[in-house]
């Protein structure tokens, strides 16, 4: 069993599975019989969440030695119901919940499951309806967050709606607390290469011996979506739907190119007109990192120096535009100028390559 699965789920497994009594079960947890029934009755009620009850059924057919990719007994229909790929182990399951809770931490965010759909996505929901998608997520991992409690269902039909849970941003505190050495450092290096100078020579952060900072912002919203907010005197939108949805696209690439073999990404080639990149690390990442980072690095080449640059600090990064204007010495109010041509151009880019709307996602 992967390690990620909860006791009161490897019990109940236990018991229903392979028959085990309540009883040895509390001797070898060194609990009393009760906890173990109460953890028993607790999973049996929520198998009316369709990815909790998917979940269970993966994992029994692990307990039993069965194919955990089969589909569902013969006339039921369970959400997410076609074949995918095997459960995550506890790696990759921390790092692709890391990336999803911190999407779906932000206002509005919902994680949309539809029935035979084999991956789910995140959504940004706004007072006109549904916003610009942020984020996939494979079924495997989707089931497995909504079996520890992350994430709840909220309106049921065709399409299910799951919202994160106390539970899970508890879980984003400790994991984000516990990735965050390595996510300063990981930044630091990037703005520094990003730069085109070493980190002893990139301002403050380049200081001998000093400690690089992390970029702070706010959980709930990203800079793209307050500046998506901002209307002209005739109540326009500053930035189009279509334009939002091109840098939410680019932000998930990044950070899914960062979940492949390294930890910090090169990006220094993307930004070097008539230079090849090449991806670092195996190719074989967690949700085909390496394709990210060859559609992050065709974004990057397509736009070129100066509006690659404003596009990766402040929709990769998540620097607000005062910081972007400080840092590339740009006078003030004049980063979101140059943030909006670059997604004009970038909404060209994927209306050119991937189509409008973007790629299928099941």
Not at 32 to 41: D, E, K, V
Not at 103 to 130: D, I
Not at 163 to 178: C, D, P, V, W
Not at 223 to 234: E, H, V
Request: hydrophobic share 40%; with cysteine.
């Amino acid at each position: 069993m992967p390690g990620w699965v909860p006791h009161g789920a490897l019990h109940y497994l236990a018991h229903t599975e392979t028959g085990a009594p309540i009883r040895a079960l509390a001797r070898q947890a060194g609990c009393h019989a009760s906890t173990i029934m109460r953890q028993i009755r607790r999973i049996e009620t929520r198998r009316d969440d369709p990815l909790v009850d998917a979940a269970l059924r993966r994992l029994g057919a692990v307990r039993r030695g069965l194919d955990c990719t089969a589909g569902p007994p013969a006339g039921k229909t369970v959400t997410m119901n076609k074949r995918s790929a095997q459960l995550p182990d506890e790696m990759t399951f921390a790092a692709e919940a890391l990336r999803v809770l911190r999407r779906l931490h932000e206002t509005g965010a919902v994680l949309a499951v539809a029935e035979g759909m084999e991956n789910a996505v995140v959504v940004r929901e706004t007072e006109t309806g549904p916003g610009a998608r942020t984020a996939v997520v494979d079924s495997a991992v989707a089931q497995a967050m909504a079996l520890k409690d992350w994430i709840a269902p909220g309106s049921t039909g065709r399409v299910t709606r799951y919202h994160i849970t106390s539970a899970g941003r508890g879980a984003l505190r400790r994991m984000m607390a516990e990735q965050g050495e390595t996510s300063a450092g990981g930044f630091a290096e990037d703005r520094a290469t990003f730069s085109g100078m070493p980190c002893d020579q990139s301002g403050e952060e380049g200081k001998a011996g000093a400690q690089p900072r992390r970029s702070r912002y706010c959980l709930s919203e990203s800079p793209l979506s307050a500046l998506a907010r901002r209307r002209d005197k005739s109540g326009t939108p500053f930035l189009e739907q279509g334009m939002v949805h091109a840098g939410e696209r680019l932000r998930e690439d990044f950070e899914l190119a960062q979940m492949g073999g390294s930890i910090t990404q090169n990006w220094d080639n993307f930004l070097t007109p008539g230079a090849k990149p090449t991806a670092r690390g195996d190719n074989s990442g967690v949700m085909a990192a390496a394709e990210a980072r060859k559609r992050v690095a065709d974004a990057m080449a397509d736009l070129g120096p100066g509006l690659s640059d404003v596009v990766l600090r402040c929709c990769c990064y998540l620097e607000g535009l005062e910081t972007t204007e400080k840092r590339l010495g740009w006078s003030a109010r004049s980063g979101k100028i140059v943030l909006r041509i670059a997604l004009m151009r970038l909404k060209r880019h994927y209306d050119e390559t991937v189509g409008p709307g973007g790629p299928m996602i099941g």
